[in-house]
T-cell receptor
């Protein structure tokens, strides 16, 4: 149990376009999901906490207008990178609280060209 | 600012050797998790420790939570090439927020 599905696993987009990443809890309900960003060979940096039915809480330094988070149901949170630029290229990972701890999605590698 | 210092950041050892990874903080955590991450994938939970002084074993991996719940260690006995990966510790505060260590990149040579 406690499976989190993240889609897409990788995406390449042109600079200036927007990209949506989905995070689904498959066999449990998650009122809270988390979005992380990970640079090569570095640890995870929390970007925001996504709360079902309310606004996300963003960490300091993370632009809420650039990284739009929507948590419309107990099993789905989405992260939209708006007007993407090459510096937004990174590995984005979501997680949700399961019964044994945080369960992570498989990550999305975003490359902005 | 809460910090979770993880060391060493990189470790390259021969198959069969033992190793220990440490996570230390000045903050008290309600629980601490250890994860292993393969390149291009999300972290996979190895263990959660909750009680101060707790020791958990997972085959050749031994996890320890400090008495004061501020630090933790991961010891691997007789490391194998399959143990290669990024090991992350993560401490949970009273709320939902989790703080990650910088990670330890382990490479086990055959």
């Amino acid at each position: 149990g406690a499976v989190v599905s993240q889609h897409p696993s990788w995406v390449i987009c042109k600079s200036g376009t927007s990209v949506k990443i989905e995070c689904r809890s498959l066999d449990f309900q998650a009122t809270t999901m988390f979005w992380y960003r990970q640079f090569p060979k570095q640890s995870l940096m929390l970007m925001a906490t996504s709360n079902e039915g309310s606004k996300a809480t963003y960490e300091q330094g993370v632009e809420k207008d650039k990284f739009l988070i929507n948590h419309a149901s107990l099993t789905l949170s989405t992260l939209t990178v708006t007007s993407a630029h090459p510096e937004d290229s990174s590995f984005y990972i979501c997680s949700a609280m399961g019964t044994r701890g945080y369960t992570f999605g498989s990550g999305t590698r975003l490359t902005v060209v | 600012t809460q910090l979770l210092e993880q060391s060493p950041q990189f470790l390259s050892i021969q198959e069969g050797e033992n190793l220990t990874v440490y996570c230390n903080s000045s903050s008290v955590f309600s629980s601490l998790q250890w994860y292993r991450q393969e390149p291009g994938e999300g972290p996979v939970l190895l263990v959660t420790v909750v009680t101060g002084g707790e020791v958990k074993k997972l085959k050749r991996l031994t996890f320890q939570f400090g008495d004061a719940r501020k630090d933790s260690s991961l010891h691997i006995t007789a490391a194998q090439p399959g143990d290669t990966g990024l090991y992350l510790c993560a401490g949970a505060t009273g709320g939902f927020k989790t703080i990650f260590g910088a990670g330890t990149r382990l490479f086990v040579k055959a």
